[in-house]
Nanobody, 125 residues
Framework: QVQLVESGGGSVQSGGSLRLSCAASGYTYSSYCMGWFRQAPGKEREGVAAIDSDGSTSYADSVKGRFTISQDNAKNTLYLQMNSLKPEDTAMYYC???????????????????WGQGTQVTVSS
């Protein structure tokens, strides 16, 4: 079965950096679309960055120029490099996966059936 395990979260000061990882197993990694989502307390889960099976990427406007999504197909691992972190980036970050997600739906929560347990990112001012 599909399993997604996130790691790399932590506490940093504003302006700092973190790199999140998502280790995937149980399916043919390269054939799936992958996404990073986040959910702050009292808010809806929102798409942050995603990559489709062709390698095309999509980013939320709030993170463009600061976050970079990448993957290592040989290691079945998805990454999210987060630079210039802001307090408003504080949230639980989740990895998601599914097949056949249209590009314009990559950042929609409902496009994915498989989710990890999340990793907490806290940015202090």
């Amino acid at each position: 079965q599909v399993q997604l395990v996130e790691s790399g979260g932590g506490s940093v000061q504003s302006g700092g950096s973190l790199r999140l990882s998502c280790a995937a197993s149980g399916y043919t990694y390269s054939s799936y679309c992958m996404g990073w989502f986040r959910q702050a307390p009292g808010k809806e889960r929102e798409g942050v960055a995603a990559i489709d099976s062709d390698g095309s990427t999509s980013y939320a406007d709030s993170v463009k120029g600061r976050f970079t999504i990448s993957q290592d197909n040989a290691k079945n691992t998805l990454y999210l490099q987060m630079n210039s972190l802001k307090p408003e980036d504080t949230a639980m970050y989740y990895c998601a996966a599914d097949r056949g997600v249209p590009y314009w739906w990559l950042l929609l929560r409902g496009s994915y059936n498989y989710w990890g347990q999340g990793t907490q990112v806290t940015v202090s001012s």
